[in-house]
């Protein structure tokens, strides 16, 4: 069992294939996890990114995009474990630190992606 197992859904008011996009290149990967090395494994299109990781952590992560009602479910699974044999501290500090980070993400997509749609108005489709 990974000792950074950390999950997580935002709903944003937009199809699965513009949040696929700002995960498509490897630049946005560092701008979100800049001390993550990632690979990728398995390309699901519109349904999202399957990764190794090494770097900072070593296991592996997934965004997957479900269509749901009008939008997308954007879900984040990170299941890793730090180098080296670090104290329970530092473990729970880590899960907690990629906790808010993954949520971080996925509100700064909301924002950006859903930027100037009223609420209660249906997305703009692409």
């Given amino acids: 069992m990974p000792s950074v197992d950390v999950v997580d859904e935002t709903f944003l008011a937009v199809p699965p294939t513009v949040i696929a996009a700002a995960f498509a290149e490897p630049a946005a990967w560092r ?13 699901r299109g519109a349904q999202g990114l399957r990764w190794t990781v090494a770097g900072a952590l070593v296991g592996t992560m997934e965004v997957w995009l479900e269509p749901v009602l009008d939008g997308t479910l954007l879900h984040y699974f990170l299941r890793a474990d730090l180098p ?21 993400v996925s509100l700064g997509l909301k924002t950006t992606l859903e930027a100037g749609r009223p609420p209660g108005v249906a997305p703009a489709l692409p």
């Fill in 31 to 43: 701008a979100f996890w800049p001390d993550l090395s990632l690979d990728v494994y398995a390309d």
């Fill in 84 to 104: 080296g044999d670090p104290p329970a501290r530092r473990v729970r500090r880590e899960v907690r630190r990629r906790q808010l980070a993954a949520k971080e």
